[in-house]
């Protein structure tokens, strides 16, 4: 459904190109949570960025949706994200003069759709993730965890079947985090979601189906989790959330 194939690209030009990411190939599959690893600098939002059409590679291949991008223009690629990726930027990247309700409609506005209908899905979006009683707050009145929850419920809104999260637990506590993680637990397991998480937090190792690790831009290490199930049973240290991030079928 996603995938890279051999590819590589660098920054910078001449003697001071810095090569980012090598050789990369990997697969990803839907309703499955893959937590990508490694080092400051190993290449990790690189590689979330070609995953989310947000860069083209040098060399090697880039799918979506199992269509190769190579090719397309921005204008096509904007229409592929859009329509199938949503993408968690690192640091929230919210509007800061805009309600957390406003941050999740300018989703739709940029995809056309205006007026109630969007308004309704927005605040569907906000209710998935637990944040229905606070949409008209503004980043500014609004913690670090339920800033990262407007951030989800944006990449949510038009029910895109890929999520990609850079760095979505940094900074936050652990009751925030978790809500967090169990969040897009979710989109994986009961909307059958392709989440990839990209963090170098070991918290989400028992809410991942797979970790990659990466360093110096080269696939380490790419193993499965075959104890999930048994290993959240148990998770340490963290304290059980409600249920009230299940997204409700109107977002579906
Ligand atoms: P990570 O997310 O794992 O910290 P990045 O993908 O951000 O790694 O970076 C990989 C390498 O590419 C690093 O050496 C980094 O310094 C370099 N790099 C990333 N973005 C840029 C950029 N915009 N310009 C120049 N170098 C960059
Ligand atoms: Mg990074």
């Not at 400051?40 to 590689?47: D, E, H, R, V």
């Not at 090719?71 to 509007?95: D, K, P, T, V």
């Not at 831009?217 to 240290?237: F, H, I, K, T």
Request: hydrophobic content about 40%; glycine content about 8%; charged content about 25%.
């Amino acid at each position: 459904m996603l995938s890279v194939r051999e590819v590589g690209i660098g920054y910078g030009a001449g003697s001071g190109r810095v090569r980012a990411l090598d050789e990369v190939s990997l697969d990803f599959r839907p309703a499955n949570l893959t937590l990508v690893m490694g080092p400051s600098g190993s290449g990790k939002t690189t590689l979330l960025s070609l995953l989310g059409c947000l860069l083209t590679p040098d060399r090697g291949e880039v799918s979506v949706m199992n269509a190769p991008i190579r090719g397309l223009s921005e204008e096509a690629r904007g229409r592929i994200r859009r329509r199938h990726i949503g993408y968690i930027f690192q640091a929230f990247r919210l509007f800061h003069s805009l309600s957390a309700i406003e941050n999740v409609t300018i989703a739709l506005e940029i995809c056309g759709q205006r007026g109630r209908k969007s308004r309704e899905l927005a605040m569907h979006a906000l209710e998935a993730v637990g944040l229905a009683d606070r949409w008209r707050l503004k980043p500014g009145e609004l913690s670090g965890g339920e800033k990262q929850r407007v951030a989800i419920a944006r990449a949510l809104v038009n029910d895109p079947p890929i999520i990609l999260a850079d760095e979505p637990t940094a900074s936050l506590d652990s009751a925030s985090g978790l809500q967090i993680t169990q969040t897009l637990r979710r989109l994986a397991d009961e909307d059958q979601r392709l989440v990839v998480v990209v963090s170098h937090d070991p918290r989400w190792l028992p809410f991942s189906d797979r970790t990659v690790t990466l360093q110096d831009g080269r696939v380490l290490d790419d193993s499965d989790a075959p104890s999930r199930d048994q290993e959240r049973q148990q998770p340490p240290n963290m304290v059980e959330t409600s249920s009230s991030a299940v997204l409700p079928p109107a977002v579906r």
